[in-house]
């Protein structure tokens, strides 16, 4: 990881840590969800990959009605679909990351859309299949674009959202492909919930 990634790292830590500490100041929602759903790779890497599973857990902290902060980890799952590994098993990208997210949504409470933008850290690996000099591990950092809906009644909530995730330093399929593999990471998922 590059001094740049470790400085990323950092600063996706401490904004997450800065939303904790504001969540304290003021009375506000808590809410712990995990959620799963679809995504894929976009650019070079999409036309490496197919779309797969994606699964997370999240904290949210609602400190006023209009902003919130997010903390989460979320993982993803794609085949590589590289003919290189026709007469093989195909390998799978398995990526595993944390990230903190700013949330901003009108102060509705049943009904809430909200949009968010964040900082974070994946690690990817490539898992199964033959071996192949094309692809290897890499740290990345990336700059998660959140849009969703969120549904809240007493204790339980449940939303539906849509991120697409900048990649920044995403080396793990360069050699795959002339010069650098470029894309980013878009999914779509379901959530559900307590609230406290």
């Known amino acids: 990881m590059t001094r740049r990634g470790i400085r990323w790292a950092v600063l996706a830590l401490g904004v997450g840590v800065a939303g904790t500490a504001m ?56 085949d590589v679909t590289d003919d290189r590994f026709r007469a093989a098993e195909a390998p799978s990208f398995i990526r595993h990351g944390a990230s903190t997210l700013i949330k901003v949504s009108p102060p509705f409470e049943k009904i809430r859309p909200f949009v968010g933008a964040g ?49 920044v330093d995403d080396n793990f399929a360069d050699a795959a492909v002339p010069g650098d593999a470029s894309g980013a990471l878009v999914d779509g998922t379901l959530t559900v919930g307590g609230r406290f």
Do not use: C
């Open 119 to 167: 900082l974070g850290v994946s690690y990817v690996y490539v898992r199964g299949g033959g071996t192949s000099d094309a692809y290897g591990s890499d740290l990345m950092e990336e700059v998660p674009l959140a849009a969703g809906l969120e549904f809240n009644s007493g204790a339980l909530t449940a939303g539906l959202r849509g991120t697409w995730r900048v990649l």
């Open 23 to 78: 969540a304290q100041d003021k009375q506000g929602d808590v809410n712990v969800f995990v959620g799963g759903g679809i995504g894929g790779y976009t650019g070079d890497l999409g036309e490496l990959s197919a779309t797969g599973p994606t699964w997370g857990a999240t904290l949210n902290l609602q400190p006023y009605k209009m902003l919130g902060f997010e903390v989460g980890y979320a993982g993803s799952k794609n």
